[in-house]
């Protein structure tokens, strides 16, 4: 099933697929099943991406050109995609990789062409450097790139069961043979003969006494070494690793695990070995963790054009460039479309005069806080966790950078519409209160269309009315529920008594509670 109609506007796009290399982006936009004019779309101002638009199956997908490779780059094309196009909930950033040859079993050998879906990214040169020249990689939670959204743990879930595993490979097959087609002498295998993986302490370097004289002594490599090809420094293949899938027909395998995501170009296999032994990732790349940092719903579907060592080779990027879409529109076949809907988060807060936590007006903004960020975890950007990790309590115990936070952090980026309930905001403490009622006139006399919204209950003392008079207009209604009357003070009892039985009832069920226990929990409360 392909999309048959053009979407209206930007937000209707929901996959973007992040490319940083041409050759890379040629391959995927060379799967789309239609492709869409990208200049009737436009970008948002300042927006320095250029864009591809088209439909892969049910999806209406935004590839994205990066203006180069790594981290920065990845980080920055990410913040202008969510800017100009809301909808993505998915970003995928595909293309080519290093990858980590596992030889514990046949089945485990990763080969050129091979296709790897990260199940979570590790910013293995995110740490520190020791005069002792000892690297200690961060890796404390704030350190630490979240996992993937729960959606896409599920699929990955799926499709790892032989079922899921069997259809994605037949997929991507199918799809590659398509590219091959298309795109002739771009995305053709480059043979058995051409995969060489060296044991990994076997240099990239000259190998012949009267070639370079610099690489034969002290077993240095010149600075040639790097634009010169295995053949041209005759490294030499008896030093290559056996592999018993080289003598099988060659087919690409879809791997699934962590992946390594920094800045540096890895080509060295004594290195690439101890990380991976050290993170438990089975590739390299470059922009996977750039654009984690802006988006919740990430993955990374790269294939391996070389073993991350000094024996690079371009001759596999054309190929492995050519997988990694496949898979992709392959993947993309397996992933549901969600219906986009309006996002709404609701907070609370009840003030306590009994107690002394629930009268401070800085600790209901701390409470709304945590709640809004354990909700919608993507708005917690690294900012908040810098100041919060600077200032400490000076942060949690200020009233207007926890308020400048709050509606900053909801104005600023796709937070959805967002209610906070402040719940008997008479008990608050008179400081704490005159603080919140100047907070909210200042912020509805700036702004009253905004996604975040207040809902407030007190009683109707004068000193509440006088403080909140400026918001005693039109837009913002106030409701005023009488309950002073006996009779009306008796509707409310009965309704409340009528809730307590039904929740103690529930609780004895659950607890398996006796008559007595019950009768006593009930008069308790009562």
Same mark, same amino acid.
């Given at each position: ?15 973007? +697929? ?20 990208? *200049? ?15 439909? +892969?199956?049910?999806? $209406? ?18 913040? $202008? ?28 050998? +990763? ?91 076997? &240099?990239?370097? *000259? ?37 018993? &899938? ?68 371009? $001759? ?59 909700? &919608? ?19 949690? $115990? ?67 009315? &006088? ?47 006796? *008559? ?11």
């Amino acid at each position: 099933m392909t999309v048959n109609s053009p979407p209206t506007d930007r937000s209707q796009f929901g996959v973007g +697929i992040i490319c940083a290399l041409p050759l890379e982006a040629t391959a995927v936009s060379a799967l789309f099943d239609t492709e869409w004019d990208s *200049h009737l779309y436009g970008k948002a101002v300042g927006d320095t991406n250029a864009y591809s638009t088209g439909s +892969i199956g049910r999806h $209406n997908v935004v590839l994205v050109h990066m203006a180069g490779m790594g981290k920065i780059a990845a980080a920055t094309a990410a913040a $202008n995609l969510r800017a100009s196009f809301e909808g993505v909930q998915l970003a995928i950033v595909v293309g080519v990789c290093g990858a980590i040859p596992l030889r514990k079993q046949s089945d485990m050998e +990763i080969h050129l062409g091979d296709v790897i879906i990260s199940e979570g990214l590790v910013q293995y040169d995110f740490g520190r450097r020791y005069s002792s020249n000892q690297f200690a990689r961060k890796d404390t939670p704030r350190d630490n790139l979240p996992r993937p959204s729960p959606e896409i743990r599920a699929v990955l879930a799926k499709l790892q069961v032989e079922q899921g595993r069997r259809a994605l490979h037949e997929r991507t097959i199918g799809h590659l043979l398509d590219l091959r087609e298309k795109l002739y002498g771009v995305a053709t295998y480059p043979g058995a003969t051409e995969d060489k993986f060296f044991e990994p302490t076997y &240099r990239h370097k *000259h190998h012949v006494d009267w070639t370079c004289a610099a690489c034969l002594k002290n077993d240095d490599v010149c600075d040639s070494e790097i634009k010169l090809t295995c053949d041209h420094l005759q490294c030499h293949e008896g030093n290559l690793v056996p592999r018993q &899938r080289l003598s099988e027909p060659f087919n690409p395998v879809i791997h699934f695990g962590l992946v390594a995501s920094g800045d540096t170009v890895m080509k060295s296999g004594v290195d690439r070995d101890s990380i991976a032994a050290r993170d438990q990732v089975i590739a390299f790349e470059m922009e996977g963790a750039g654009v984690r940092k802006l988006f919740q719903g990430v993955l990374v579907i790269k294939a391996a054009c070389d073993y991350a060592d000094s024996h690079k080779s371009k $001759n596999w990027q054309g190929y492995a460039a050519a997988t990694a879409a496949a898979a992709t529109k392959g993947f993309l076949e397996h992933w549901a479309i969600s219906l986009r809907v309006d996002r709404r988060t609701i907070c609370y807060f009840f003030f306590k005069d009994d107690f002394e936590d629930q009268r401070s007006s800085t600790k209901a903004l701390c409470c709304i806080l945590s709640q809004l960020f354990e909700a &919608r975890r993507d708005l917690l950007s690294e900012g908040i966790l810098e100041q919060f990790e600077i200032q400490g309590d000076n942060f949690t $115990n200020s009233f207007s950078e926890l308020w400048d936070t709050l509606v900053t952090t909801i104005e600023a980026r796709n937070a959805g519409e967002v209610i906070i309930l402040l719940d008997a905001i008479d008990e608050c403490e008179d400081e704490g209160r005159f603080l919140l009622e100047d907070a909210l006139c200042k912020f509805y006399g700036r702004k009253r269309d905004s996604n975040l919204k207040f809902l407030l209950t007190t009683r109707p003392y004068g000193k509440i009315k &006088r403080g909140l008079r400026p918001l005693d207009i039109p837009e913002l209604p106030v409701i005023h529920l009488s309950g002073e009357s006996d009779a009306e003070m008796h509707k409310i009892s009965a309704e409340i008594e009528i809730f307590v039985r039904e929740r103690v009832k529930n609780i004895r069920a659950k607890l398996r509670l006796g *008559h007595e226990e019950q009768q006593l929990l009930l008069e308790r409360l009562l």
